[in-house]
């Protein structure tokens, strides 16, 4: 934490898109990109070394919170190297032909198990139902915030993926902009549904489920797919098949139905490769106060849903520059192999 | 080659995006990273092998084409991995609710230099301007295929960003498509010209000769900077200071000057950075027959550029979840530093 007052975010004049400068500025010689050998000599989100992190958030515990013999489940601390900074004020202003503003928001590490070499989805479905309780309860809290317009979840796996720590946590950012990816995928939805008077995810739940051919697995609440046009080879999306547009509103049954497909589906991505690097990240409807006046516009026509994005590939100029992905797999084989395996 | 017939383009239905979904389909157990140590034992880009290589498309030469005595300085071949084919017709129809198209296009390696381990910003400024004559080249004759939306040139330089060869080489695509990232810089240049009549690419060349911080390095008729809002630290472009939008359109006394200032911005990447991996690529306008025809709109609004990035972090879930990046050295202290090394 060397940052010594907000970081900045800028505004491409020609995307409309924002990203964040860091007021730490790294020197060239400081750029090394980590290798899968090396690990932590030491882990501080391991139990026992709670004191050693920031002060905590939230946590699930099954045992109280004594300190010596405390157990907890999963636990939320503040980002130790954090992008956004709670306090502040936007400082929104023009520079030049330009527009800033402060980095002002959330970023969390979401703790998502006890045992630095066990995954969530390697101890059960209650435990991946914790880890999305987790997930729930930090969104609707953050919610709160007036001056945070989105709240996500993701989680790195693997290097290549840019995780930088080996214990398994996800993470979670609130910012004071709608992201340009997500603000995408509403603009799209908001089309469709101009078009159509339809959602269009709940149009692609019907078209995968009579199609069949890219349906991975299916529970009695959510659908698992390899989406028609995905980005990365193996991607798979995990959806409610009841329209709702906020993953804030998960019920506990739904969580429960969530645990076990969504634990399944990265067990199977696991035994199909090597070292599975990997990210995934929770696309919710934007968080607005006062949220109910929004509702009812926003609520038709977005739907919330999780995506998993194995990284097999490394992205060349051609897809950074033209924004055309390649999948070396078509999604029917993927789903056929992650069916299967 | 194993390709039996096109690759298929699908439209993802939220995004508005295309993707190539090949026809090979891969299996899990066939995705590897290549590590930076691996290097070919043959190289078939290296002078002597021309007749290894699928049929030349084009070369400079300096004397002449005995194949025996040959000396070429860039050479131009069909890529040996093609994701788009020429030969086809375009098969544009429904799925579904989904919608797809044959891969029809061009995909082509500029071989920028007879040496293996000799770029050619290192063989004077001579050897870059035949390799900007050649992409100029191509992309005048490719345009002439009315078939093809867009063609453009993109490098990867080092594994990590995507390169499979160590021969100094560059890409072209030709697609039946405008790529999505194209389309939303067209766009964005569209709208900004829409609201204030002037070029927003000249915009900021002016507010970045007036700031002058984020200037690397300006010659007669190109101006070397670090964007304002730039996706990755040390990221540079180069923009001709004169209003076009096409690179097609550059003269022999534009390649010359251009071909000085993109040599020394290479050479200062490399010297700043241990293990040098970036890409770089072209956003021209868009090539439509009759192009005259929508000239006067497109060359109005629209500025060509050659953006390069450097590939010092890997993106996470962050990124990919939200579209925003994030910057650990600022554009005016990453421009500070390349001005200066």
Redesign the interface.
């Known amino acids: 934490m060397k940052s010594t007052g907000p970081h900045?975010l800028?505004?491409?004049?020609?995307?409309?898109?924002?990203?964040?400068?860091?007021?730490?500025?790294?020197?060239?010689?400081?750029?090394v990109?980590p290798s899968d050998e090396e690990r932590e000599k030491r882990c501080i989100f391991c139990p026992g070394r709670e004191e050693e992190t920031p002060p905590e958030i939230m946590s699930i515990s099954s045992c109280g919170d004594d300190r010596t013999g405390r157990q907890w489940w999963t636990r939320v601390i503040p980002s130790l190297d954090p992008?956004f900074q709670v306090e502040g004020e936007l400082g929104r202003k023009g520079?030049?032909?330009?527009d800033r503003m402060n980095g002002i928001g959330a970023n969390e590490i979401i703790i998502e198990s006890p045992e630095h070499f066990v995954n969530p989805e390697d101890m059960g479905f209650e435990q991946m139902a914790r880890v999305l309780t987790t997930y729930r309860d930090r969104m609707v809290d953050l919610d709160r915030d007036p001056r945070f317009r989105y709240t996500?979840i993701?989680?790195?796996e693997g290097?290549?993926?840019?995780?930088k720590f080996s214990h398994p946590i996800s993470?979670l950012?609130s910012?004071p902009?709608i992201?340009?990816?997500?603000k995408?995928?509403l603009d799209?939805?908001k089309r469709?549904f101009a078009y159509k008077d339809r959602c269009?995810?709940c149009?692609?739940i019907n078209?995968e489920t009579?199609?069949g051919s890219r349906v991975v697995l299916e529970t009695e609440k959510f659908l698992a797919f390899c989406?028609?046009?995905?980005?990365f080879?193996?991607e798979t999306w995990i959806m409610p098949k009841k329209h709702n547009c906020a993953f804030q509103d998960i019920k506990p049954d739904e969580i429960e139905d969530m645990a076990g497909i969504f634990s399944i589906i990265l067990k199977k991505l696991r035994v199909?490769?090597?070292v599975p690097s990997y990210?995934?990240?929770i696309?919710s409807a934007p968080n607005r106060i006062p949220r109910k006046d929004h509702w009812h516009t926003l609520g038709e026509d977005f739907h919330w849903h999780l995506?998993i994005?194995p990284r097999?590939?490394?992205?060349?100029?051609?897809?950074?520059?033209?924004?055309?992905?390649?999948?070396?797999?078509?999604?029917e084989?993927a789903a056929k192999?992650l069916k299967e395996v």
Chains 1, 2 share one sequence.
């Open positions: 900045e800028r505004k491409d004049p020609l995307l409309g898109r924002w990203v964040a400068v860091l007021n730490d500025s790294l020197l060239p010689s400081e750029y990109l992008v520079e030049g032909m330009y996500f993701y989680k790195n290097r290549e993926a840019g995780a993470h950012a910012t902009i992201p340009k990816r997500v995408e995928e799209g939805a469709y269009v995810f149009d692609i078209e009579r199609a989406p028609y046009a995905s980005k080879p193996f199909s490769f090597a990210n995934y990240y696309h995506e994005m097999l590939l490394r992205t060349s100029g051609f897809e950074w520059g033209s924004g055309l992905y390649v999948l070396p797999t078509s999604p084989l192999h």
